[in-house]
């Protein structure tokens, strides 16, 4: 039953999208989020259904798209293990974000857009993650891309949010332009771009293929732009502009890990190519320990958060191209938990604030926002990757596969991961601890959340604590049930035996833990017990401080070799190949255009016997040809 | 047969009402009229069937073309409703001669016989000179209804006698027999030929190609604007889907001679439609210019003949008649409140006060320009392909030059709607019309994302 109707699933949101946005003038605030909350909750019903109903796959066809000769697009939407899981997260975390919306978003004055952007933005992200084909997948991708450059801009009268949003879409424009050559080549390749006629037909495919090695190449381009990996990842620590809800939403949660979902859909194509797993794992492994890097020295509370995305997408990355992509996956799901719980929280201590972003304005806070204070601490425990939170497991995961794999992919990992733990609890002691470094104003005004925005909250912190026992591992006893769900879904991977002794893993994860402890150890005496602050804006910085503070300077690199070349050639083209050569050629085209036209009307002289006139010489005419054939 | 008999019965019982003198029973009595034929139109589908001593079959081709015949035929007969809002009597009896019109126009989808053929010209043509002039009182409305008569007649005559030499030579009107008759001589005689060249005159007149479009833009102009919508929909559905009917079957055996002569047709129409509508200051000029350019875009399909060629040119009529529809009635309610102004610049500045009317406007000239996600560019892309299947590339690269420079007058329309300024005012829109306006352009875009359904059928 819910099989068959499987398809309204993207159609709530769609439906809280119309109401919210064409009744933006009449319905309230508050009624407005309800509206759009539902409509994001009864997907998650189906979804659980659909999850203790479905354990193969299940293709729901809605009828047929495009058929031009031997291109044959059906708009089918594919239920499997995989869609299912992304579909939980989707929904089960978009609900709690729409939840919380409710609170922090409830005082602008355009709260309903707002609300109708982020339920167009789950109907999309819906698409894309039921798509049947690489076609739906698409126009989900586009969707999802939308509506994160509507959200990062929605504040709109701010010129710098409006260009993080336009920054946003470029740099996904490039990375879509990979994928969409992907799609063209594949449609080449194998005359589909449908799921169920790709996979089978890849399964013939030597491995090492130099056609599916590009097409994989193609699609990894789009991945990287969407998932902000090196080099396309500038966009995403600007994109936290926008909301913090949509930042925990599309820039943590959901949208950034399409790009993971994507390469996880087509793990048969990937485990075809070497190269391009290769690259993969280069590429995250780099993108990884590079963010969490820059992460050390920032001192916004979303800038950092936003270098840690794109430091964890960085491990799935890694886990894709290690081709381990249920561990990828997993990663995917705990990251939804405890990254959106860690956006959510420094939403709230934001609010709290009356909007105040930089950690060295704040401080001494968990007496004054308990709930927030605890939720956050499980969240940064999970993230740091210490048991039993959820974080250890898909990280330890992945790492054990990294070290399966070669050894020092494991200690380059483990470096990443130091970085990692020590900014985030530099963060977590610079925000919760020591003294309010505030303006007295604020510290007057400093309260609790309302209930609507904690209790997402707690939810949240639940689910990042135990989150990690869905993949419990064999090495304790564990069933990996996560990944042993995905086996449908996942022709790629490899289900064989451990890689790695067990007394191997042991001594690596007691000795992960042992130096992380230790790293939470420092940091709790640099930042609680001696109390350092970050030196503010005025002071000089040196050396390698300079260059880590600075983002490596990554930003002005781009900006002096692509935008000011790019810049340039516009304006000399626009003055001279524009104005002089094409508007010649145009114009002129357009005049002659327009002296024949008048001569022509002058045929149309509105006499009746000239018209007759012409018709019998027409006639004529053509009597002509026949004696001449 | 049936859905002949419920036209006719249909058309004969307004005539009748008319003489109640109630608007509350005409229009709805059209509409049920029309809704019936329709339906029993449908019925007809892959119920192939012959009527009249085998003198007309009616297969599914002539079902599709009469179906969208009568699609288009319900959409300006609801428009008529704001129309004659302030006539007071005859509007009945014009809805019976549109009738009466259909009557004709299905007589010629369906005619398996010569005979039939120009029975049903005359019959579509002789209410529609009487509906040109409808306007009584206007001097613009009755030169417009005695041009179309005078030329019309002589076209028929024409016609008639291509019909009669090609009677001449084969001994028969039966289009099967003339098949035959051209598959088994081997040297057919000159009165023949001649007779091809005078039906294709006829035809070429009947559906506005050049250079026997002369009318076009005079009789379109001077008649009702409403009245010009129908013609411009209603004959063209007709005209082609007869046009096609003949050439493909009696002629097709010899179609390497008439093919260079439509081939010269086709240049020349693209050429002088499009020329002649870049510099058009009055909306309804323009769109007959637009309407003749569709001519020349329909007989690509036509010359491609093909196994493309038939469901191209019913996607392409139907296409054509859902953006022309709403483009005149727009045209009708603008014209109405800028005193009868019906100039590019009576649009200026539609978009702010009216953006209703201007959206469907522009999903309509889109259409028409042929552009993506609108019907119109699956027209024109169906068209050209099956005229590439036919080999004719050089042919197909003109008509594609030709649809730019279209776009660049439909462009105009746009652009004095949204970037000009202009003296707005809101126009109220009446409910029916509304509601016609805009099933026109959903169906316009449905047909656009959706064009599978409409040329599968063919």
């Known amino acids: ?629 | 047969m049936a859905a002949l008999i419920s036209i006719a019965v249909f058309g004969i019982a307004l005539l009748y009402i008319e003489l109640t003198n109630s608007k509350k029973i005409q229009l709805p009595l059209a509409v049920v009229g029309l809704l019936v034929t329709l339906g029993l139109t449908v019925m007809q589908w892959n119920h192939p069937s012959s009527s009249f001593n085998n003198m007309a079959v009616t297969d599914n081709y002539s079902v599709a073309f009469n179906a969208s015949i009568l699609l288009s035929t319900m959409f300006v007969v609801l428009l008529s409703a704001y129309y004659y809002e302030d006539v007071k009597q005859h509007v009945a009896e014009i809805m019976a001669l549109m009738l009466f019109t259909v009557f004709g126009a299905f007589l010629i989808t369906s005619f398996s016989n010569m005979i039939m053929l120009f029975l049903g010209i005359e019959t579509l043509s002789i209410p529609l000179y009487v509906l040109a002039g409808s306007k009584k009182f206007s001097l613009r409305s009755n030169e417009a209804s005695f041009k179309y008569f005078l030329m019309g007649a002589f076209a028929s005559a024409i016609l008639l006698l291509g019909i009669t030499l090609v009677y001449g030579a084969s001994a028969t009107f039966q289009l099967s027999a003339i098949s035959d008759y051209v598959n088994n001589t081997k040297q057919l005689p000159g009165i023949f030929y001649m007779g091809i060249i005078l039906i294709l005159v006829g035809f070429s007149f009947k559906v506005a190609a050049a250079p026997f479009h002369f009318w076009t833009p005079d009789v379109y102009e001077g008649s009702p604007t409403l009245i010009t919508a129908f013609m411009a929909t209603v004959v063209k559905i007709a005209g082609f889907a007869a046009f096609y009917r003949l050439f493909s079957s009696a002629f097709s055996s010899i179609a390497t001679f008439w093919e260079p002569l439509l081939w010269g047709m086709i240049i020349l129409t693209l050429l002088i439609s499009n020329f002649a509508a870049l510099l058009q200051k009055g909306v309804k000029r323009l769109l007959a210019y637009s309407s003749i350019s569709h001519a020349g875009f329909l007989l690509l399909g036509i010359i491609a003949l093909n196994k493309l060629s038939a469901g191209g040119i019913f996607y392409y009529t139907l296409a054509y008649s859902l953006a022309t529809i709403p483009a005149f009635g727009v045209l009708i309610l603008v014209k109405n409140h800028r005193n009868s102004d019906d100039s590019i610049d009576a649009f200026n500045g539609l978009a702010k006060k009216n953006p209703l009317l201007a959206i469907v406007m522009s999903v309509a000239l889109l259409s028409m320009a042929g552009i993506p996600i609108t019907a119109g560019f699956f027209a024109k892309y169906y068209i050209f392909v099956a005229a590439i299947d036919s080999g004719y590339i050089l042919l197909t690269i003109f008509a594609v030059l030709a649809a730019v420079l279209g776009v660049f007058y439909y462009f105009r329309l746009l652009n004095a709607m949204f970037l000009k300024e202009g003296e707005a005012e809101k126009i109220k829109i009446p409910v029916v019309f509304g509601i016609s306006l805009l099933i026109t352009t959903i169906l316009t875009l449905a047909m656009g994302v959706f064009p599978d359904y409409i040329i599968k059928l063919l």
Not at chain 1, 17 to 28: M, Y
Not at chain 1, 191 to 216: E, L, R, W
Not at chain 1, 570 to 582: A, G, H, L, P, T
């Open chain 1, 1 to 629: 039953m819910i099989q068959k109707i499987a398809w309204m699933i993207p159609l709530f949101p769609l439906l809280g999208f119309i109401i919210n946005s064409f009744g933006r003038k009449i319905i309230s605030r508050n009624m407005s989020g309800i509206i759009a909350s539902l409509m994001v909750f009864i997907p998650l019903i189906f979804a659980f259904d659909l999850f203790f109903s479905v354990t193969d796959k299940v293709t729901v066809h809605l009828f047929n798209w495009i058929s031009a000769g031997v291109i044959n697009i059906p708009f089918e939407f594919l239920i499997d293990p995989l869609s299912i899981t992304m579909m939980l997260v989707v929904t089960g975390v978009g609900f709690l974000i729409h939840v919380y919306s409710i609170g922090y978003m409830g005082h602008d004055e355009h709260a309903n857009t707002f609300f109708a952007y982020l339920n167009l933005f789950i109907f999309f992200m819906l698409l894309l993650v039921m798509g049947a084909n690489y076609l739906i997948l698409f126009i989900g991708w586009e969707g999802v891309g939308l509506c994160s450059y509507l959200l990062i801009g929605f504040w709109y009268k701010n010129t710098e949010y409006n260009n993080a949003a336009r920054k946003a879409f470029v740099m996904n424009r490039i990375g879509d332009l990979g994928f969409l050559l992907g799609i063209i080549l594949m449609l080449f390749a194998f005359g589909s771009v449908n799921f169920k006629d790709v996979f089978p037909a890849a399964g013939s495919v030597q491995s090492g293929n130099v056609t599916v090695t590009i097409i994989t190449l193609l699609l990894m381009i789009g991945a990287l732009g969407k998932s902000a990996q090196i080099p396309l990842y500038t966009w995403l620590p600007d994109a936290m502009a926008g909301p913090t809800p949509v930042s925990a939403l599309i820039h943590a949660a959901t949208m950034v890990t399409a790009g993971i979902y994507m390469i996880a859909r087509s793990s048969i194509l990937y485990s075809l190519a070497p190269i391009t797993s290769g690259v993969i794992v280069v590429i995250g492994l780099a993108t990884a320990v590079f963010a969490a890097s820059i992460g050390l020295l920032q001192n916004d509370i979303k800038k950092v958060l936003a270098y840690s995305t794109v430091s964890q997408l960085g491990y799935m990355f890694l886990a894709l191209g290690l081709g381990a992509y249920s561990s990828a996956m997993f990663h995917v799901t705990t990251h939804a938990f405890f990254k959106a719980l860690l956006f959510l929280g420094a939403g709230s201590v934001m609010h709290a604030l009356n909007n105040g972003q930089d950690i060295r304005g704040m401080g001494g806070l968990r007496k004054k926002l308990p709930i927030t204070f605890i939720t956050f601490l499980i969240a940064t425990l999970a993230i740091s990757g210490i048991p039993p939170f959820s974080g250890f497991f898909s990280k330890d995961e992945i790492l054990a596969k990294a070290f399966a794999s070669n050894p020092s992919l494991w200690v380059v990992g483990m470096i990443g991961a130091l970085f990692t733990c020590f900014y985030m609890f530099r963060l977590f002691y610079l925000v919760f601890y020591g003294k309010f470094r505030g303006t007295s104003e604020q510290e007057a005004h400093v309260h609790e959340s309302p209930l609507v925005m904690t209790i997402p909250l707690i939810v949240l912190a639940v689910l990042a604590f135990l989150g990690g026992f869905l993949n419990f591992p064999a090495i304790f006893g564990g069933k990996e049930s996560f990944a042993e769900y995905l086996k449908p879904s996942l022709a790629g991977q490899y289900y064989g035996k451990e890689l790695i002794p067990h007394q191997t893993e042991l001594l690596l994860m007691a000795s992960s833990v042992i130096i992380l402890l230790a790293v939470i150890f420092i940091a709790w005496q640099v930042f609680v017990k001696r109390g350092t602050v970050p030196a503010d804006e005025t002071t000089e910085r040196k050396g390698l401080v300079k260059l880590v503070y600075n983002k490596y300077f990554i930003d002005e690199l781009y900006n002096s070799i692509f935008v000011k070349p790019y810049n340039f050639l516009s304006e000399k083209v626009f003055s001279w190949i524009d104005r002089v050569v094409i508007d010649g050629i145009v114009n002129s085209f357009g005049e002659i255009s327009i002296i024949c036209g008048r001569s022509v009307r002058k045929l149309q002289n509105g006499n009746t016997s000239f018209y007759l006139f012409v018709m019998a010489w027409a006639i004529v005419a053509m009597f002509i040809y026949l004696m001449l054939v």
